[in-house]
């Protein structure tokens, strides 16, 4: 898909004093619900706002900042006038609209996968390459889509890129704790009504998921590539190369040798779901081209953005899935050097990050409010 | 603590004949309660059993092989005329009552962490270093202490011991989803309660643990060293080295530095507790002193005692704690070439054990089991 597509050919408007029109696309799911909760929480400027759902939902009301909005059908005509769209639909939606939107001339924020690796489009986390906004061109009044990172990449990466920054990550081994609201309310839902069912003592109906998700846990449930790593594992491998800029900007959707990239870091990654809500945990193990002492990469932690440390060994308290519950920052601790490297050329720690909010809505309404600067 | 004080003086009695006389310390636990499953089940030869228990636990009635039996409470009198005891009552009671025993000329076969860097004392996964008891000189008859390790060094071992022995594993990088039942009764009761207060919209309470476990995670709640790792993740870093013959027999209570032991892995952990009942699961990476592929790592772990592979990618199928519950197996999967190592010098895994029977009582039945061949 070529960058054209993604643009409008509409003239570009004179800088901006009005607050812009905004559209939520799947504002009944877990992540559309967020958007909400998290423009309000951040007083989002906008002139307006259009609830926009599948036509299943369209009907259904929808509440934002005290008033009661209707959620309407998304269709090809529902983005005239719209400056920003929020989307998270899944990518088959992303893929039919976003394309639609763009040519009405929004840009759209998209949280699906279906974009990401797309050359063009740039994949940002704010806190780590804003810049590839104003590189790719992104301006308001402009029809462009900008994705939203995966929510594990996004959470791994706030807290490790200023430690690549300082010492370069040479390798990075990751296990993830993943959270049922990565796969959706449904999936919620899931692990509430097994988790009573099994302790009413009855078998746990299984829908969304094909085993027993409460009090158990298993490999991410995305499908599988012939390297046995499934696409949740890929993700993190690709969208880090990416953000970091070993792309170059040209991007790729195809599976990258990280060995042919000069000079990337080498990632590994293992995806699990625990019986979690809706905050991801990763235990991360890194590797430097050069020695950074335990000392050093907390003093970076703890000025880099959007990183909380709650790393207290004397009282056996880290960051847990709950205290990153409903927080903006990704929480880090465990930070200690790794024993089975040399001198002070490995890391590990422990994060944990509200996957509903960095890892989905909360990146993207900041990307949105990057578009307003 | 010397060698001699865990054998007794006792002369060493001629080949044996009858099935041998038992005591279970600490028969009302969790590990104690699966004792008595796993010893029936593999229909153990026994002439006679006693269940042994604190003052408390006195009195109470315990039931085994369809005979109910009273709890006796464990006193220094409690080993007269007891081949093997079983204890699972914690590291104090052990390191109080286990030399009593050795006294009498008992076997303790201990599951607590009281002896198992104390040199001397073979610390044994019977698929592992089976040889190591011949090696002590441990004979029915003869009273002596073998230490069973720590549940979740046991469930990493049995599968890459003998990807170890096939291609040296140079380096180890492990991350736990542990359960429940590692720290007992109290934890598994204390999880199911809070998911029902959570459930009912209620606070959950905590009691053994300080935060909240339903529908959480949080770091291993054993005590964090100097170093920033905590217990758990020291023992699989130490009782690995003993087990794998790494310290000569002569064992240590002290940290070791890994660099210090000539070709020794190195090895790093991180051990997090997931609300799960009583099976954990490890993310395991590895690095081979010489290349292994997948297909000969696959081809090893098929042949391996003790081994299951789950590793079903085309219907993402893999081990997952509920699959390896009850079971006797750890159970591997996600076999696959590590991503971030060249070529075949590096492999990822992810396991699954029973930590109440391969991580505690079975592991100890089998040592049982060893001694009277």
Redesign the interface.
């Known amino acids: 898909m070529a960058i054209a597509t993604h643009r409008s050919s509409a003239p570009q408007s004179s800088r901006r004093t009005s607050a812009p029109s905004l559209a939520v696309v799947g504002v009944t799911g877990a992540v559309g619900q967020e958007f909400l909760a998290v423009l309000a929480q951040r007083r989002f400027p906008y002139s307006s706002i259009k609830m926009l759902a599948s036509a299943r939902s369209a009907g259904k009301e929808v509440t934002f900042q005290d008033r009661t909005y209707k959620v309407e059908e998304l269709t090809e005509a529902s983005f005239r006038g719209i400056d920003i769209a929020l989307f998270s639909a899944g990518g088959s939606i992303s893929k039919k609209f976003a394309p639609v939107a763009v040519e009405a001339g929004t840009i759209v924020v998209d949280n699906s996968s279906a974009f990401r690796q797309t050359p063009g489009i740039p994949l940002v986390v704010p806190e780590v390459n804003a810049d590839a906004l104003t590189t790719a061109g992104i301006k308001l009044g402009q029809g462009a889509i900008v994705a939203n990172p995966n929510c594990s990449t996004i959470i791994a990466l706030v807290p490790v890129t200023p430690l690549h920054r300082a010492a370069g990550v040479h390798?990075?081994?990751v296990?993830t704790?993943q959270a049922a609201s990565g796969a959706g309310y449904a999936a919620m839902l899931e692990?509430?009504q097994q988790?009573?069912d099994v302790?009413a003592g009855k078998p746990a109906q299984c829908k969304l998921f094909?085993?027993?998700y409460a009090?158990?846990?298993?490999?991410h449930?995305s499908?599988?590539g012939p390297?046995?790593?499934?696409e949740e594992e890929m993700k993190l491998?690709h969208e880090t190369y990416k953000i970091w800029g070993y792309f170059a900007g040209t991007g790729s959707s195809v599976q990258v040798d990280?060995?042919s990239l000069p000079g990337a870091p080498?990632?590994?990654a293992?995806c699990?779901r625990?019986?979690?809500?809706r905050a991801h945990?990763e235990?991360i193990?890194l590797t430097f081209n050069k020695p950074l002492s335990?000392d050093e990469a907390r003093q970076i932690l703890a000025q880099a953005p959007g990183v909380s440390i709650i790393d207290d060994?004397?009282n056996?308290t880290?960051p847990?899935?709950?205290d990153a519950t409903g927080k903006d920052d990704v929480y880090v601790?465990?930070?200690?050097?790794?024993?089975?490297?040399?001198g002070n050329w490995?890391l590990?720690l422990?994060v944990c990050g509200d996957q509903l909010r960095k890892g989905a809505a909360l990146n993207a309404v900041q990307i949105a409010e990057l578009l307003l600067k």
């Open positions: 390798r990075m081994v296990s704790y692990l509430e988790a009573r302790l094909k085993q027993q009090f158990n846990l298993f490999s449930n499908a599988l390297n046995g790593y499934n491998v990280p060995f080498r990632i590994s293992t699990v625990v019986p979690v809500m945990a235990s193990n335990e060994r004397a056996n880290f847990t899935p709950l601790g465990r930070l200690r050097r790794d024993l089975s490297q040399d490995g590990n422990f």
